[in-house]
């Protein structure tokens, strides 16, 4: 029986042990998922935001010259525990001294994160173990929250995208939301090579490789070099600029391309904004219209028709054609721009082109004929993507075939009816520009990794054969006399052969559905030199509030100030007597010897995350903004030359990132006036094409 007790006694022991264990586990199950549940989640999502940001740095962007575009920055993520914060303060404190403290701290906290303290307070107030108070914060401001000592305050590491250049090609690039990815522009196109997703082989890896050891997939961001230069891209810039102050038009866009390869040299748009402060942006404004507006292109568009018909032998450039004004098609009446003044007469297509004739080129649209027309339209990419790339691209419109009549044919000869894009226009122009090969548009040039080694290198692409050279030759001679005696004179250059064109196309009243009287979109499209072109622009203006609203008027002296400053650019010169290298007009490199200035005096120590403000004066464009992005300063470039201004003066302490206005002048640059007859006719109110 004794016996029988020992064993019924450590029955029980073992009993009321696991009895025991089993409330433990149970405590901290209900301890785990019910009073401390938020805590867990908060620190969960902590450490999933930590696993996030930490996990690779994004690549940087760069411009064919090695500016920088757009980079990573290291930054801080800050978070409270509110009940950590008020149990450690309400141990000394009453509660209305506890509330004036939280009231105290939300007002320093708000003053150095720029936020409204209240909105600081509200969240101090929750009974949580975690709130986010602040993304991506620059690491000075992180550190003067830090020396505030607030109990409950805490910082996890993370990476902020910065674009040193502000607004410039802003709608190229695109944003990167606050995951870290890119979600519009280049920054999503190549979103998975910028992360380092998208795999390279490297040489370490091929070395790592052959010796037998395993390969780990780690996100590595690499870096992307693109065809965009900035000093052209500040040519665009400053030239949308003056479409804004001169017009102030619902829209603008201007493109500039080398017509020899596709290479995308410069593009931009207006609206405009900065990534930097994305979040304060609407969409619309983000919006690269250089690949989704789509818009009827006018007399841009005479180009495609004129070449596809001297391509099938239908016409000759000395063909007369009859133009008295008017064209009768069906129950439409056609008219030209300049119709209420003057009837043209008998006029070779040449002469048409010249004074933009809707007339001659309706009639040569019908000797076309619309299967063959569509099938030009088809081969020169209209109604289809360019596959350009960069996010956003719009494919434009075609008519369909079947519905085409004698009234659609003719109105879309010279430029009505089928809708395009910026890009698939110019593109298209290129092709008749080259020599008559579509090339595909590209803005990357190479990718590597960051240590320098090139993974990958982009280069022309070669969609398809459209014209002959001799056809590319014909109607690139056509085009110089547009721009030397016709509607485009306001985009000459002297010693330089300019090809372009003008456009003037009316706008569909959506309220009517017919062609408005007031509105319109005019462009202006150049390249040069003709005979063997170096840079193609595109200008389109969305509805000018001018006097005079016509393309040539209103968009051809852009073109012209673009193309001559991207020739001496190239070091080809513009006319006798000009400068054949660019060196001497600021807009290239110059000799170290020339232009380096006095180094700055600074007027004290740097601290941590500030920087000198160098001294520019006397550098071109390029040095300046080389020197500006190695600091991470951003920058805003005023007029061409070299520098002569800058604000903040150098030797000045700023933070990095900070903005410096860098003004250019040169007064060697003379405008190139239109002759005095082209004056008198341009102060005629333009009602239709141009």
Request: hydrophobic letters at 35%.
């Amino acid at each position: 029986m004794k016996q029988r007790a020992i064993y019924f006694h450590r029955e029980w022991v073992i009993y009321i042990l696991l009895i025991i264990i089993a409330l433990a586990i149970f405590g901290k199950l209900v301890y785990y998922h019910i009073i401390n549940a938020s805590e867990l989640k908060a620190r969960a999502a902590t450490l999933r935001v930590n696993s996030q940001t930490m996990i690779y740095e994004r690549g940087v962007i760069t411009d064919s010259q090695g500016n920088i575009l757009a980079k990573s920055v290291p930054a801080k993520d800050i978070y409270a525990d509110p009940n950590l914060l008020t149990k450690t303060l309400g141990k000394n404190l009453s509660e209305s001294e506890l509330n004036n403290k939280l009231q105290e701290i939300a007002k320093e906290l708000g003053d150095i994160l720029n936020k409204d303290p209240e909105n600081i307070l509200a969240l101090l107030n929750q009974d949580v173990s975690w709130v986010s108070l602040a993304r991506q914060v620059d690491i000075n401001i992180a550190k003067q929250i830090s020396e505030l000592k607030v109990p409950g305050i805490g910082f996890t590491d993370t990476y902020k995208r910065v674009y040193p250049t502000g607004t410039m090609a802003s709608s190229v690039l695109g944003i990167v939301n606050m995951a870290g990815d890119g979600v519009e522009g280049l920054e999503y196109y190549y979103n998975g090579e910028l992360k380092g997703e998208k795999r390279f082989q490297t040489q370490a890896d091929s070395n790592q490789n052959n010796s037998g050891n395993k390969t780990d997939f780690i996100k590595t961001g690499y870096n992307l070099t693109l065809t965009l230069d900035s000093t052209i891209q500040h040519l665009v810039e400053q030239e949308l600029d003056k479409i804004i102050e001169e017009c102030n038009p619902k829209r603008a866009v201007i493109l500039a391309m080398d017509p020899m390869t596709g290479k995308i040299l410069g593009m931009g748009s207006r609206p405009t904004f900065d990534p930097n402060n994305y979040t304060n942006t609407k969409e619309t404004d983000r919006k690269n219209l250089a690949l989704s507006m789509i818009y009827e292109p006018g007399s841009t568009f005479k180009i495609i028709t004129g070449a596809a018909a001297l391509e099938e032998n239908i016409i000759t450039p000395e063909q007369i054609f009859s133009d008295p004004g008017y064209l009768i098609v069906g129950s439409r009446k056609i008219t030209n721009w300049d119709s209420d003044r003057k009837a043209h007469g008998d006029i070779s297509f040449i002469e048409g082109m010249k004074l933009s004739s809707n007339v001659v080129l309706a009639q040569v649209g019908k000797l076309l004929g619309k299967d063959v027309f569509y099938t030009y339209l088809k081969s020169f990419g209209f109604g289809s993507k360019t596959k350009i790339d960069i996010a956003g691209e719009e494919q434009g419109l075609l008519v369909d075939q079947k519905i085409v009549k004698e009234l659609e044919l003719a109105t879309m000869s010279f430029g009505q009816a089928n809708l395009v894009t910026p890009i698939q226009l110019l593109t298209a122009i290129c092709a008749v520009a080259n020599g008559g090969n579509l090339y595909q548009p590209y803005i990357l040039d190479r990718i590597s990794s960051k240590d320098g080694e090139i993974l990958f290198v982009n280069g022309p692409k070669l969609v398809r054969k459209v014209i002959s050279e001799t056809t590319s030759r014909t109607m690139s001679n056509i085009l110089v006399e547009v721009v030397e005696s016709g509607t485009g004179s306001r985009a000459k250059i002297p010693g330089i052969k300019v090809a372009g064109k003008t456009g003037t196309a009316q706008k569909i009243n959506p309220e009517t559905g017919i062609y408005s009287e007031t509105d319109f979109i005019v462009s202006f499209v150049g390249y040069a030199p003709a005979d063997n072109p170096k840079i193609a622009v595109l200008v389109v203006i969305d509805t000018p509030k001018a006097e005079i609203v016509q393309g040539g008027i209103l968009a051809g002296p852009h073109v012209k100030t673009i193309i001559e400053n991207t020739l001496q650019y190239f070091g080809i010169p513009v006319a006798s007597g000009t400068p054949s290298d660019i060196h001497n007009l600021g807009l290239g490199e110059t000799s170290q010897k020339d232009s380096s200035p006095e180094p700055a005096t600074p007027e004290q120590i740097a601290g941590e995350g500030e920087v000198v403000v160098p001294n520019l004066i006397g550098l071109t464009m390029r040095q300046a903004g080389e020197q500006l992005g190695r600091l991470d300063l951003r920058y805003k470039f005023i007029g061409s030359g070299l520098v002569t201004q800058q604000f903040p003066e150098p030797g000045k302490i700023v933070n990095k990132g900070d903005t410096i206005e860098v003004i250019f002048s040169n007064k060697d640059f003379t405008d190139t006036k239109p002759d005095a007859e082209q004056e008198k006719t341009e102060t005629y109110r333009v009602r239709k094409e141009g």
